[in-house]
């Protein structure tokens, strides 16, 4: 069974640019949640979707947006580009939203962006 | 907001030697979890713990749901070389995978 799958793995832009990533949970997996990883603040909640509506949100500015297709596919956005948002952006699936669902978390490998 | 204040921020230990970190909340979880991390990769789950008191194994790992629920630890018993990574804390409160995370151990193993 294949894990979750993050695309691209490596991404450079500079600021300004607008970016998206793309996360592919596993198979049978409908929640798909989104962390962002710095040296400085470690890993951050983003967002969680869940049939295709937003179920939760972190503390982050609007430029950061995502959406989630009707196959669980999800895609992460973020416009007008700053040196900080230079991170690690991780993708996690899991197979249902709610209470105690952790224990089934999977997390890719993440998309490394750099802004220059 | 929340946060975790996880310690120690890293550790160099001998091989066969035990580990213990731990993890501390101003608020309370329902749900602590321990991740390892390892170069290019992300955050793999080695023991969750849903009970307040709750003392859960996962092989030579040990992990405690602190009674107040502020509070967990995770302790490595017989330190190997593949055990080289960064742990994390992660605390759940509510619905769905909004996880609260602490900055991370650092654990290096000399053998």
């Known amino acids: 069974k294949a894990g979750v799958t993050q695309t691209p793995r490596y991404l450079i832009k500079t600021r300004g640019q607008q970016v998206t990533l793309s996360c592919s949970p596993i198979s049978g997996h409908r929640s798909v949640s989104w962390y962002q990883q710095t040296p400085g603040q470690g890993l951050q909640f983003l967002f969680e979707?869940?049939?295709?509506?937003?179920?939760n949100k972190g503390n982050f500015p609007g430029r950061f947006s995502g959406r989630q297709f009707s196959n669980s596919r999800s895609e992460m956005n973020v416009s007008t580009l700053e040196l900080g948002d230079s991170a690690l952006y991780l993708c996690?699936?899991?197979?249902?939203?709610?209470?105690?669902?952790?224990?089934?978390?999977?997390f890719g490998s993440g998309t490394q962006l750099s802004v220059l | 907001g929340q946060q975790l204040n996880q310690s120690p921020q890293s550790m160099f230990i001998q091989e066969g030697e035990d580990v213990s970190m731990n993890c501390t909340s101003s608020?309370?979880?329902?749900?602590w979890l321990w991740y390892k991390q390892e170069p290019g990769e992300g955050p793999v789950l080695l023991i969750a713990l849903y009970k307040a008191g709750e003392l859960t194994s996962n092989g030579r790992l040990t992990a405690q749901f602190g009674i107040t629920r502020k509070d967990s630890f995770l302790n490595i018993s017989a330190s190997i070389p593949s055990d080289v990574g960064i742990y994390f804390c992660a605390g759940q409160l509510g619905y769905g995978n909004k996880l609260v995370f602490g900055a991370g151990t650092i654990l290096r193993v000399k053998s």
């Open positions: 608020s309370i979880f329902n749900t």
């Open positions: 979707y869940f049939s295709e509506t937003q179920r």
């Open positions: 996690a699936s899991s197979l249902e939203y709610g209470r105690a669902t952790n224990e089934k978390l999977f």
